[in-house]
T-cell receptor
Framework: EAGVAQSPRYKIIEKRQSVAFWCNPI?????LYWYQQILGQGPKLLIQFQNNGVVDDSQLPKDRFSAERLKGVDSTLKIQPAKLEDSAVYLCASSPRLAGAHEQFFGPGTRLTVL | QQQVKQSPQSLIVQKGGISIINCAYE??????FPWYQQFPGKGPALLIAIRPDVSEKKEGRFTISFNKSAKQFSLHIMDSQPGDSATYFCAAGTTKTSYDKVIFGPGTSLSVIP
């Protein structure tokens, strides 16, 4: 079974530029998560989709961050404009929406550096 | 109330020793407590998880101890090996709502030295 795919793996941008990250979850997984992981900290949920609908975006800085999940499969996370404090690893995870199945499967992440 | 506290921040253990990581939570609505393991350059991966209706769960060298009244849980790694060197995250979540939600602790960096 293929895992969660993310691209790019690394991105370096100047502040005030825009950037986009892509995620392809495990086939058949209904739930998709985007997390921000700042160096030395635990993953912080930015947004959670169930199929193609948003179920939680309470911690997403909506003035600069946006995300969409096309046709309930792939997802993109965009930052525009980026700030220095956005430097972090952006993790995508997915999970099946099955009774008793709560494990989240993470991709390798995209490391963003904002200069 | 949504925070998950974790200690220690870092831990050095000799090969063959026991590694112990502790976590605490506030929200009594949490009903799912997973531990994730993360190696450098990789995403976290589920290691073991427990429900609050049991006080202990063991899988191989990994054991979760759960104290519901104290709202604390811990991970014990027996016979620690250099390959266990990684960052460990405890988490707490709710599964009885229309969607799962998990809050991660800040992580513990474990180094197992030969």
């Amino acid at each position: 079974e293929a895992g969660v795919a993310q691209s790019p793996r690394y991105k370096i941008i100047e502040k005030r530029q825009s950037v986009a990250f892509w995620c392809n979850p495990i086939s058949g997984h209904a739930t998709l998560y985007w997390y921000q992981q700042i160096l030395g900290q635990g993953p912080k949920l930015l947004i959670q989709f169930q199929n193609n609908g948003v179920v939680d975006d309470s911690q997403l800085p909506k003035d600069r961050f946006s995300a969409e999940r096309l046709k309930g499969v792939d997802s993109t996370l965009k930052i525009q404009p980026a700030k220095l404090e956005d430097s972090a690893v952006y993790l995508c995870a997915s999970s099946p929406r099955l009774a008793g199945a709560h494990e989240q499967f993470f991709g390798p992440g995209t490391r963003l550096t904002v200069l | 109330q949504q925070q998950v506290k974790q200690s220690p921040q870092s831990l050095i253990v000799q090969k063959g020793g026991i590694s112990i990581i502790n976590c605490a939570y506030e929200n009594t609505a949490f009903d799912y407590f997973p531990w994730y393991q993360q190696f450098p350059g990789k995403g976290p991966a589920l290691l073991i998880a427990i429900r609050p209706d049991v006080s202990e769960k063991k899988e191989g060298r990994f054991t979760i101890s759960f104290n519901k009244s104290a709202k604390q849980f811990s991970l014990h790694i027996m016979d620690s090996q250099p390959g266990d060197s990684a960052t460990y995250f405890c988490a707490a979540g709710t599964t009885k709502t229309s969607y799962d939600k998990v809050i991660f602790g800040p992580g513990t960096s474990l180094s197992v030295i030969p």
